[in-house]
C-alpha cells in the first residue's frame, strides 16, 4: 500500500491528543466509553478496513476532515457566571416540531455496514431523543421501516438522479411513509475522490439491498457487488441548478432544505429562492479537500442578513461544547454524522443512544457552565474573537 | 481491548520514553530537581494513576489545561538594561498584609492524597515564605489544623452548596480560626467533565476524611468512599446569582474574593457589586475545556477601567518569569495550583518549599534581568505585542 | 559516525516508517497509484539516493521546496453550487495555441536518470494530453528526437551561458526542430546550493550525453562524469541583466516566456520591457532557500495592474485543485516538474500519462465541484482569505 | 536525570528538518561537513555532556535559544532578478577597519574547553577571513596570545565586576594588547539560569586558566574548579547603571560598544549617551528565557530613528542566507557563536575555518540570488512582510 497523504502532519497533531485506552472486555466496552473520541477507537478497531474506510475517510488527504473537527477546538470560551442555571432546557424546535435537543442525525448511506439492523436501530436511538433522523437516499432499511420506529417524522436526504422518474418516486416513498422534509444534498454534482476508498473497495455482502432505490424503480440486481458504489456515483446529476428546485417545489409540499452551500453569494441566491433552511456544510469533508471547516464557514456568515432563513451546521461535531459554539454563531441546530455510525458499529441501537446520551449530556453541562438555561440564550458574547 | 493502530502506538512509546526519567536516588531527589517541570514528572513517578489524573486532570481534552500554560510561553519579553538591580523587593500586599511575594497558594481538595501531611505541610511551607494558603473547603485537614501551622492568615475557599446552612457553619468555621478572606468559587455551578478522572476513578483510603464539610454538619460517614466524589459534587449549587452575593456578605464581615471570573462583562458587574478582588481564573481547565487560557484572558482586560479592582490571575504559572508577565498585564499577584501538589507529592512540606523557593529565586531573577526592583515597577513596557 | 541522541533516532525511524510502503507486485504498481503522492513515494523506492536526491532536493533546509507545497493546503475554498456542471471544458490556450488543460511540463535536466528513454517518454505523454513541453537546456535527448514525438510545439528552456555563441547555438537549433518559445531562466546567475545533492554526487552512466549541449558546441567529452555538474553551474553568466533581454529578441523571433520571477519590483520591470509571460517561480525551491512560496508570491501579485502580462505559475502543484487555486489567483496556467519525473521513474511513458490523467481527472472534479464549467469562468470567489 | 522540558515540542519540530548523517570517517569528517548543522552534529558527538551543556544550553526551557533561529526561516525573501552580480563584494568597515565580510566572532567563555588551542585557534582562524574576534573576557588564553596572531584587532569583550580595578585591569591588559574597542555585556546584572548546566556541573581540567582574570588580579587559585562558575557569576555587578557607562568613558578611549539590548526605550537611552554601536541580543537565549529573538528584535527597530547609531545582530545566525536578512533589515553586521565552537571543537583552527567559509560563500550566494552586488546595497526590499 503507498499512500500515506498527510499521515505524518497528521499523526502528530494527535498525538498531542490522543490518549491511549486501556484494555477493557467487549462485553463492559460501552459502559467505559465517556467520550466520542473512544467511541471513534472501538469502532476502528471493531470495522473492516474497507467499511472504516467508507465511513471515516475525506476527499483528497483529508484535510478538511480533520479541519472540520480542530476549527472547533480553536474557537475558545469566556464562560458567564452566577446566572442561576439550575432549571435548564435543551429543546428547541426544528421545521415547527419540538425536538429534545438542537441535533439531527445526519444522512449517511449503508448504515447496515456498521450493524446488521441499519438504520432501523439509528431510527429508535433518534427516537429514544425525540430527534429526527435524516435518512439518506441509500440507506439500506427501506423508508417505511425506518419510520415505523418512530414518532418524530425523519427527513429524507435526497440526491436529484439524472433520471428524474426516480427522483420523484423517492420523494413520493418518503411522502407515504409520513417524512417531514426533504434535505436536498447540492454539492455532490459529481462524487469526491476518496483516496482511502480507493486503496480499499468496499466489498458488500450477498444480501446487500439499497431498497429505497430499488422499489423507487433503480433496477440493482445486475450490477456486481464491486460495482455498485460507482454505478451510483454515475447517477448524481451534475446538471442540477437553481431551476431545479423550482421543479422540485412542484412535485411536494415537503420544507425543502439544502445541504451543503459553503459560499456566502450562494446564501443570498438561497435567499432569493425562499429556502427557509440551509445547512452549512462540506459533505463532512468527503467532496473537495481544502473547502474551508464548516465551523469557519458559518462564522463568516456572521455579519450576513440572514432575514427568516435558518441556519444548520454539518460536520466536525465531536462534543456538546462544539453544539453550543455553533449555536452562538447562529446555527439553529446542528447535524452529527460519523459518531453515530460508531456508536452503531460499537453497540447498534444502545451504542447510539449512548453517543447521543453524551452529546445531549455535554451540551447540557456546557450551557451550564457557559451561564445559559435555554437554547435560545446562548448568543456571541461567550465566544472569544482575537484581534 | 481499545487500539489505535500499530504505527500510532509505536510513535506515542517513543514519546512516552522522553517522561521516563532515569534513577535517581530517592533521597537525593529534591537536590536534583531545579525547576517545576522536573517536580511534575517526579510527582508523576510518584502518584497513583487515580490520584494523578484526579490531580493532573483537566476537563475534556485538555486544551485549555495545556493552553494555561503555553500562553505564558508565547508572551514574549524586551528587558530593560542598566537599572541598578542590586537590591531587590518582591515583597507587596493582598488584602493590606504583607506577603513575601506576590503568590498564594490555590485552594485544592484532598491534599492528604500526596502527602500524609496534607494540607498541614502545604501550610507550614506557605508560612516560611510569608504567603497565604488558600484553603478548600474539601481540605482533609480541619481548619483549625491548618491556622495554626501560621501567622499569615489563610484564606477559606467557598463553594456555596444546596443547603445554605452547611455553607454558613463552614464560614463560621473558618472565622473562628482566623480566617482572612472568603474565596468563593463562581465557575462551578456543577461538576466539569474530567475524562481522565472517568477512566480513573478514586479509590479513598479507609481512615478518610473531609474534616470541615464534616464539622459544618455535613454526615459522609455513610457514603462509601467510591460514591464520595460525586455526592460532593451534587452538593454544588447550579442555582447561585449575584443576590447570593449579597447574602454571603450579609453572613460574614470577610472581604470577598471571586474566583472563575472570565468574561468582561462579568466583571462590570462585579464591579457593580463593589467586588474588589477577582481572580481570573478557568479553574486550571478544569471545568469548560477550550475556555481561553487564563493569561490571554487577562490580556482581555488591558484595556478595562479597572476602578479599584485588583486581579488574581489563576492558572498554568509553572514559572518565575510567568508570574512577571502576569504582574506586567496587571494582576497583583498569582496563584499556583498543582506544582504545590507535585512538591508536596515528592517532598513533603520540604517539597512545597522548594517549589515555592524556585518560583521566588526565579521571579527574582526575572526582575533584575527585565530591570525591575520591586513588584510595583513592573509593567507592559517589557511585554512585546506584535502587530 | 554522526549521530543525533538516540531518542531522536528512535522517533525517526518510526517516522520513516510511515513512509516505507507495503508491497505490491511490481507490473501492477501502476494501477494502484491514485494520486501523486503514491507516485512520489513509489519513485523514491525505485530511484538510486544520488539520482533521487538530484530529482527531489531543494536548496538549503528545503523550507522553500515545502512551503510551496503546503502554500495550496493552506489557501481554502468556498465552493458554489447549482451551476449546472455538466458540460466541462478545461481547454484554454498558452501563446495562442489551444492546449487541453492549462498545464505545462516544467523544464528538468537529466531525465534519461529516470528513465532510458528520457524527455522522449515525457514528450509523448504530453502529445497525449495535448500539452506543451518545455524542453531543458540539460535535456538528455536532442531538441529534434523530441519534437518529432509530439505535434504540438515543445517550448525551450534557456540558460544564458557565459558564452553567448553556444547560446546562440540552442536557440538555432530549437527553432530549427520547430519550437514554440524561449523560456528563460532568471533565477539562476549561480547554481543554488543543494545539501542533498553534495551530501549524494550524481554519478552518471558511462553514456550519458547531454546532446544540445554538445550539438551547439560544447565539448564535453573530456568531462569526467563526476565534474558534469559543476562544470554546467560553472557555465551559467551571472552578469545577466535585461540588455541581455534585448539581444536574445535581437537574434530570435520566438515569444520570450522569464521564469523565475518573484519580486514585484521585476514584475513592473518585466512589463517596461514588454515581455508578455512570465513564470512566478522560486526554482522549484533548487535555488534560494525560504524564497516566499510560489503560490503566495503570486497572491501578493493579487492587486497589480498586470496589463497584458500572463503569469504562469511554477512551484508546488501536486493536486488538481491546486491548478484551480492557481487560476482563481489570476494565473493563466501551471507548470508541473518533480511529479513528472516520478511518473517517469515509474512506469516510463506511461507513467507520466497516468500522472497528467490523475492532474487533468482532479481538475476537472475539482471545478465541477467549484461550480465552474471551463478554465476561464475560474475565479477569487472561490478562494477564502481569513480577517 | 528528571528533566525534558520543552523537549517533545522541539523533538517534533526538529524531526521534520534533521537530516540522519550517515557514516563517516573521522578523518574525512570536515570535507564531508557542508552546512552548520553538520557542525553541529559532530560537535555534539564529540563534546562531553557537560561541556555541550555549557556551550549549547539555553536559559529555562530554551525558548528563546530556539526561536533565535526559527526566526531567521519565518522571514521570506522575494529575490531580485537579472542585475548582473558577477562581480561582488562583501567587504564592508566596522568600527572603520575593513573587513571581508559582515561578521564577528562572538564573545565566549572558555574555549579551550572545546579545544586545547582555545581562543588562539579561533582567532586564527578569524585572522585568514579578516574578521575581528571579540574575545570574552573568561577567555582562556591571555589577551596578548590571540592578538599576537592576527593583524586584525581583536575587540574585548568586558563585564564590569564589582571590583572595579579588575575591571580597570582588564581594560588596560586589552589596550596594551592593541584590542580596538569595547563590548560591554549590559544583559548579565545576574547569571541566567540554564536548566542543562544545572543537570550537567562543568568540571574543569586540572591546568584550566582564566588568563586574563588573574593576570587583572583576580585570585582564581583557591577555588576548587567546582565552584568556578558560581564564583565568576557572583562577581557580577547587578547594580550597573548608564552612570557606570560615562566611567567606562572616562577610563579608556577605545570605542563603546553595549551588548543585550533590546527594548526600544534602552535603544533610545543609548542615542542620548551617544552609543553609536549597539548589538540587539538575548544572550544566545541564555540569559532570560522568553525574550524576543533576536531577528524579531531587530525587525521592531524598523521605524526608529537611529541616527548614527549603527546595529549589530547577534543570535541564531547558522545560514549565509540570515546575514543577508539582518543586514536586509538594518544591521551593520552580524556575530555568530556557537556555530564558532562546533567548528573548533570538530577541527580546531581548520573547522572555524571552514565554518566561516562556508558562511562567508553562503551569503555570497545569497547576495548573488537576491541581486547584489555589494553589503551596502542590501535593503528591505527582498523582504515579504505578510499583511
Same mark, same amino acid.
Request: aromatic letters at 6%; hydrophobic letters at 45%; charged letters at 20%.
Given at each position: 500500500?503507498?499512500?500515506?497523504?498527510?499521515?505524518?502532519?497528521?499523526?502528530?497533531? !494527535?498525538?498531542?491528543?490522543?490518549?491511549?485506552?486501556?484494555?477493557?472486555?467487549?462485553?463492559?466496552?460501552?459502559?467505559?466509553?465517556?467520550?466520542? $473520541?473512544?467511541?471513534?477507537?472501538?469502532?476502528?478497531?471493531?470495522?473492516?478496513?474497507?467499511?472504516?474506510?467508507?465511513?471515516?475517510?475525506?476527499?483528497?488527504?483529508?484535510?478538511?476532515?480533520?479541519?472540520?473537527?480542530?476549527?472547533?477546538?480553536?474557537?475558545?470560551?469566556?464562560?458567564?457566571?452566577?446566572?442561576?442555571?439550575?432549571?435548564?432546557?435543551?429543546?428547541?424546535?426544528?421545521?415547527?416540531?419540538?425536538?429534545?435537543?438542537?441535533?439531527?442525525?445526519?444522512?449517511?448511506?449503508?448504515?447496515?455496514?456498521?450493524?446488521?439492523?441499519?438504520?432501523?436501530?439509528?431510527?429508535?436511538?433518534?427516537?429514544?431523543?425525540?430527534?429526527?433522523?435524516?435518512?439518506?437516499?441509500?440507506?439500506?432499511?427501506?423508508?417505511?421501516?425506518?419510520?415505523?420506529?418512530?414518532?418524530?417524522?425523519?427527513?429524507?436526504?435526497?440526491?436529484?438522479?439524472?433520471?428524474?422518474?426516480?427522483?420523484?418516486?423517492?420523494?413520493?416513498?418518503?411522502?407515504?411513509?409520513?417524512?417531514?422534509?426533504?434535505?436536498?444534498?447540492?454539492?455532490?454534482?459529481?462524487?469526491?475522490?476518496?483516496?482511502?476508498?480507493?486503496?480499499?473497495?468496499?466489498?458488500?455482502?450477498?444480501?446487500?439491498?439499497?431498497?429505497?432505490?430499488?422499489?423507487?424503480?433503480?433496477?440493482? $440486481?445486475?450490477?456486481?457487488? !464491486?460495482?455498485?458504489?460507482?454505478?451510483?456515483?454515475?447517477?448524481?446529476?451534475?446538471?442540477?441548478?437553481?431551476?431545479?428546485?423550482?421543479?422540485?417545489?412542484?412535485?411536494?409540499?415537503?420544507?425543502?432544505?439544502?445541504?451543503?452551500?459553503?459560499?456566502? $453569494?450562494?446564501?443570498?441566491?438561497?435567499?432569493?429562492?425562499?429556502?427557509?433552511?440551509?445547512?452549512?456544510?462540506?459533505?463532512?469533508?468527503?467532496?473537495?479537500?481544502?473547502?474551508?471547516?464548516?465551523?469557519?464557514?458559518?462564522?463568516?456568515?456572521?455579519?450576513?442578513?440572514?432575514?427568516?432563513?435558518?441556519?444548520?451546521?454539518?460536520?466536525?461535531?465531536?462534543?456538546?461544547?462544539?453544539?453550543?459554539?455553533?449555536?452562538?454563531?447562529?446555527?439553529?441546530?446542528?447535524?452529527?454524522?460519523?459518531?453515530?455510525?460508531?456508536?452503531?458499529?460499537?453497540?447498534?441501537?444502545?451504542?447510539?443512544?449512548?453517543?447521543?446520551?453524551?452529546?445531549?449530556?455535554?451540551?447540557?453541562?456546557?450551557?451550564?457552565?457557559?451561564?445559559?438555561?435555554?437554547?435560545?440564550?446562548?448568543?456571541?458574547?461567550?465566544?472569544?474573537?482575537?484581534?
Amino acid at each position: 500500500m503507498l499512500h500515506c497523504g498527510g499521515l505524518k502532519k497528521r499523526l502528530i497533531r !494527535s498525538l498531542m491528543q490522543l490518549k491511549v485506552p486501556s484494555t477493557i472486555r467487549e462485553d463492559d466496552l460501552l459502559n467505559n466509553l465517556f467520550d466520542l $473520541k473512544g467511541f471513534e477507537l472501538a469502532a476502528h478497531n471493531k470495522l473492516s478496513k474497507a467499511t472504516h474506510a467508507f465511513f471515516a475517510g475525506g476527499a483528497g488527504e483529508g484535510i478538511t476532515l480533520n479541519e472540520n473537527v480542530s476549527a472547533f477546538d480553536d474557537l475558545k470560551l469566556l464562560p458567564r457566571i452566577l446566572r442561576d442555571v439550575q432549571e435548564r432546557s435543551l429543546s428547541t424546535t426544528l421545521l415547527n416540531e419540538r425536538i429534545d435537543f438542537p441535533l439531527l442525525i445526519a444522512p449517511m448511506a449503508f448504515q447496515c455496514l456498521a450493524h446488521p439492523e441499519g438504520e432501523v436501530a439509528t431510527t429508535k436511538a433518534a427516537q429514544e431523543h425525540n430527534i429526527p433522523m435524516v435518512v439518506s437516499t441509500c440507506s439500506t432499511c427501506s423508508f417505511e421501516e425506518i419510520k415505523v420506529q418512530t414518532t418524530i417524522a425523519p427527513w429524507l436526504q435526497l440526491y436529484i438522479y439524472k433520471d428524474r422518474e426516480i427522483t420523484k418516486n423517492l420523494i413520493q416513498l418518503a411522502e407515504a411513509s409520513g417524512y417531514k422534509g426533504i434535505v436536498l444534498t447540492v454539492d455532490a454534482p459529481l462524487y469526491g475522490k476518496r483516496i482511502n476508498e480507493l486503496h480499499h473497495p468496499l466489498t458488500l455482502p450477498l444480501d446487500f439491498e439499497i431498497k429505497n432505490l430499488q422499489n423507487a424503480g433503480l433496477n440493482l $440486481k445486475d450490477i456486481p457487488s !464491486s460495482k455498485l458504489a460507482s454505478t451510483l456515483a454515475s447517477l448524481l446529476d451534475p446538471s442540477l441548478t437553481w431551476n431545479d428546485i423550482d421543479w422540485l417545489r412542484s412535485i411536494t409540499g415537503l420544507p425543502l432544505i439544502l445541504k451543503g452551500i459553503m459560499n456566502p $453569494k450562494d446564501i443570498q441566491i438561497a435567499q432569493v429562492h425562499d429556502i427557509e433552511t440551509l445547512i452549512i456544510s462540506n459533505h463532512g469533508g468527503r467532496q473537495l479537500d481544502t473547502s474551508l471547516s464548516a465551523l469557519e464557514t458559518l462564522k463568516l456568515m456572521r455579519g450576513l442578513d440572514k432575514g427568516k432563513m435558518e441556519f444548520i451546521l454539518d460536520g466536525g461535531v465531536r462534543k456538546g461544547v462544539d453544539i453550543l459554539k455553533a449555536l452562538a454563531l447562529g446555527a439553529k441546530a446542528v447535524m452529527v454524522g460519523r459518531p453515530i455510525l460508531w456508536g452503531l458499529a460499537v453497540g447498534g441501537e444502545d451504542g447510539v443512544k449512548k453517543v447521543l446520551a453524551i452529546l445531549k449530556a455535554e451540551l447540557d453541562l456546557a450551557m451550564a457552565l457557559c451561564g445559559y438555561t435555554s437554547i435560545n440564550q446562548i448568543n456571541e458574547e461567550v465566544l472569544y474573537f482575537p484581534g
